[in-house]
């Protein structure tokens, strides 16, 4: 097979758009949507893949929760920072000590619509946190349009997730567009993670149901080398899981999933 | 008259909210709410209000605009850029040279949802610019929660209009938000108006129909004294005017406007 020769009447590539949506309501048909909910549920999802877990269905309601309960099936979450009755966990990344089933069924509320609406504009969704930052600048495909979107807090934009889209967006070469930019000087503005995570409303409110240490966990920065995607969801609920190479071939399912790393706590 | 005993069982007054909407789909309740259109609505309003128009009708539609024409009523806008057949003026503040009769129509697609969005969720409406930041600064009640309102573009974060609010955000004083924090950061980054004005996506269209000039004037600080007020709002027409201390005790209008003086150039 002969390489093709020079082209000279080919057009040039056009820059990809790079965008952030503060929010939710603010995405639009992208080529690759990363979902950003630092505190806490991309966070805990990224941990929970990384202690064993397949897979982790996302839902927005207890409810529904519920009825996801099947053997192997463990149930996480919250109800406005609250623990939610009959469930295993909450959403605290850092309570995920070891897997005690094949799949975590998590209940978070920001999270999962900000994931289904992403859905429906791009055309492959991955999760992002602080903790796969780098893996996940690596796993995202050169030449695509990319939208980082920011699951936010009832609708509402929250700065830890605004300023790891700016982390994010200071490692993607395109076109940036104006959130995009105010994203990257927004993280710009800040020497490390943990300050802007500690101002965010989302942390004042951890820091008063006695959940801080989830501030710092979620804090740590490219300490997993997992970058979840969302491969199929059916009605209100989105499934996130790691492909394997095997997988991607369409093969079973083997590779024993990547350990989190527990930096300095 | 004696003064008020010193009452030790006083509750501490709560610090106001001080937000910001980068869209106004996320306005919620407040106090004050101060629209922000830097390119262009509220720059060209505090610029018509200084060279003599005494109320400015402001409508999202041009056929709207078009109804209102009267006798001593201009017409200015623009759709997508375009100016639109049989209005008097464009858009843009700088072409405002003397005011040719005693109200402006100005058809604006964002600010104008922005202003009447503001006005069902907040008990006081301003508008806000570059132009009259130092003013609006005074002219804001202390004690009182406050929502910067940035217009946007097309429902979507303005680069423009996030970089005025920080500077407005820096100067007051309260329970920052996250998104305050967010602009303030924002504005911090940037060490004169013009850069971020330059380097948003309303610049590049501006740049790209010959009205580049619009950037540089608009991004003049504190050049008026005056804070447009929203006092009235019909159907999908909003009203604004400069109140006279005169008119502000219910007595006719007498106060000939201030002028805006045109800085640099």
Redesign the interface.
Known sequence: MQASPPRSDRLPTPSPAID?A??A??I?PTGVAVVVDVLRATSTIVTALGIGYSRVLCTGSADEARRLRAPGRLLAGEHECRPIEGFDYGNSPGALDEARGEELVLCTTNGTPAILSALSTAGEVLLGALLNLEALIERIPSGEDVTIVCAG?G?????ED?YAAGRMVTRLEGEW???A??AE??A???DQAYEPLA???DAAVLRATDQAADIEFCAQESVSALVPEIAEATGEVAVASIPTPAQAAGESFGRPPARIEHASK
């Open positions: 952030v503060f929010t309501a603010e639009r807090t609708g509402r934009f929250a700065l605004a567009t104006d959130a930019r105010a000087r927004i710009s503005a800040y101002q965010s409303a």
